[in-house]
């Protein structure tokens, strides 16, 4: 497979630039490398999934992205500017918001607390951002005022989705967000997430349920052993007799 090409290459000055470019990366924690070279890339406006088997380095790309893991080599660009190697606090300002698969609400605070929490950046919160948030997320409203960790599992993850949203990020990073729910809310943080795209926001998620997320998604990726297997749109993936014998259960 084909690498993405860079920004100043002709290829993407004819064609729409994307988001962001992950370019052969390689990296991983401590000395071990996870990503072997991994290349994707995300396009305004767009869901992209990234699926594959336990191990495959999915997770850890997407850190990779959020400054979390080394890379080693390779580089990592948002609208064209190179963010390899850069702090998550700089990459946040630059419009990246990133939520963890686990420990990724405060528990002790209300969801309006938490959504507060999550402006840190702004000087004042209006009453218009939170709106906002409760217009995707209508199950919190009548919930602004519990403790988040006496919500249902769906619930905090609404929670820790709309507190990454409150600061109007270009790209949403998601980490396994349906891990542990039921199908009920499994099918509604997907609808959520087409809603958020819908508002112009570009969202990026690692997925287990490899089937469900293909479905929704625009475009997706596999990976395995830290590298690119396939790539295409979720729909053309499902559709892959190959894909679906060696990562989707036949």
Not at 4 to 18: G, I
Not at 42 to 49: A, D, K, L, S, W
Not at 148 to 170: D, F, T
Not at 190 to 199: A, G
Request: with cysteine.
């Amino acid at each position: 497979m084909n690498p993405p090409p860079l920004p100043n290459s002709p290829t993407v000055a004819k064609a729409h630039q994307p988001l962001l470019i992950m370019h052969e990366v390689r990296g991983g924690y401590g000395d071990a490398d996870i990503l072997h070279g991994v290349s994707l890339t995300v396009n305004p406006q767009e869901i992209v999934v990234i699926v594959g088997p336990n191990g495959a380095g999915k997770s850890t790309a997407m850190k990779a992205v959020f400054g979390l893991v080394k890379v080693r080599s390779g580089a990592i660009l948002l609208a064209g500017e190179e963010i390899t190697g850069w702090r998550p606090d700089a990459i946040v300002r630059r419009g990246v918001s990133f939520v963890p698969q686990v420990r990724n609400v405060f528990a002790e605070m209300t969801v309006q607390e938490n959504l507060e929490m999550g402006a840190f950046l702004s000087r004042s919160v209006r009453e218009e951002e939170f709106e906002r948030i409760y217009a995707l997320f209508p199950d919190l409203k009548a919930k602004r005022h519990a403790l988040a960790g006496s919500l249902s599992g769906g619930q905090r993850q609404m929670v820790a989705m709309g507190r990454a949203l409150m600061l109007q990020p270009k790209l949403l990073l998601l980490d396994e967000p349906t891990a542990g729910l039921s199908p009920k809310y499994m099918e509604q943080i997907f609808q959520i997430c087409r809603n958020v795209r819908d508002t112009g926001v570009a969202i990026l998620l690692v997925e287990q349920h490899a089937k469900q997320a293909l479905a929704f998604c625009d475009r997706g990726y596999v990976l395995a052993t830290g590298t690119n297997r396939y790539e295409g749109t979720g729909q053309q993936l499902l559709n892959d007799p190959e894909i679906a014998q060696m990562f989707l259960g036949g």
